[in-house]
């Protein structure tokens, strides 16, 4: 089955623990990106990848890491959580550039939750 | 001015209504339009892409107007499943950039 997995699907953790949210794909995508969701504030974008090793800036990049040493894999690494960083995580993935391959498949999320 | 703006709702509609929500873009470079369905918290889930020429699929129709920019989507004949968040997506390459998402309620 074609599918965007993450773990752990739930978190609660203390501030300055860090930790990372892994993120896996099964399509062969090259474009990977991670979004938070906040009421009132939609899905922002964190990170993006374009291909292994390419990764960029989102719109809400500060206090997230990402890497991509693997094509099916996009974690996200919080080195010193705080508690702004309470949040619902979503991992995507696409196929790539061009019209009809841009369409984004989200993982079942992450909800984590800095004490 | 937010880069996608839609209009939060909730909208609330008796079974077989029909209902349509708009959703406005301010990047004129904007290549790709979208439409997700957000269930309580769940994943976005894409209902449909939207094209010029406009697109449907059973009781959903969606359409885009780059003059104005916006996109639209009308849900026909609506259901009591239809009941979630519709979140609409522009961009192009890398990035898409979400509205806030426009809550319907379909009542008996």
């Known amino acids: ?115 | 001015r937010k880069e996608v703006e839609q209009d939060p709702g909730p909208f609330n509609v008796p079974e077989g209504a029909t209902v349509a929500f708009n959703c406005t873009y301010s990047n004129s470079a904007s290549q790709s339009f979208f439409w997700y369905r957000q269930d309580c918290r769940k994943e976005p889930k894409l209902l449909m892409s939207v094209y010029s020429s406009g697109n449907e699929d059973g009781r959903f129709t969606a359409q885009l107007n780059r003059a104005s920019q916006y996109i639209s989507l009308l849900i026909r004949d609506s259901k009591l499943s239809d009941s979630a968040t519709y979140l609409c997506g522009t961009g192009g390459g890398n990035k898409l950039t979400f509205g806030t998402g426009t809550q319907l309620k379909v009542e008996l």
């Open chain 1, 1 to 115: 089955e074609a599918q965007v997995t993450q773990n752990p699907r739930y978190l609660i953790t203390v501030t300055g623990k860090k930790l990372t949210v892994t993120c896996s794909q099964n399509m062969n995508h090259e474009y990977m990106s991670w979004y938070r969701q906040d009421p009132g504030l939609g899905l922002r974008q964190i990170y993006y990848s374009m291909n292994v090793e390419v990764t960029d800036k989102g719109d809400v990049p500060e206090g997230y890491k990402v890497s991509r040493k693997e094509k099916r894999n996009f974690p996200l690494i919080l080195e010193s959580p705080s508690p702004n960083q309470t949040s619902l995580y979503f991992c995507a993935s696409s196929l790539g550039p061009g019209r009809d391959q841009e369409t984004q498949y989200f993982g079942p999320g992450t909800r984590l939750l800095v004490l």
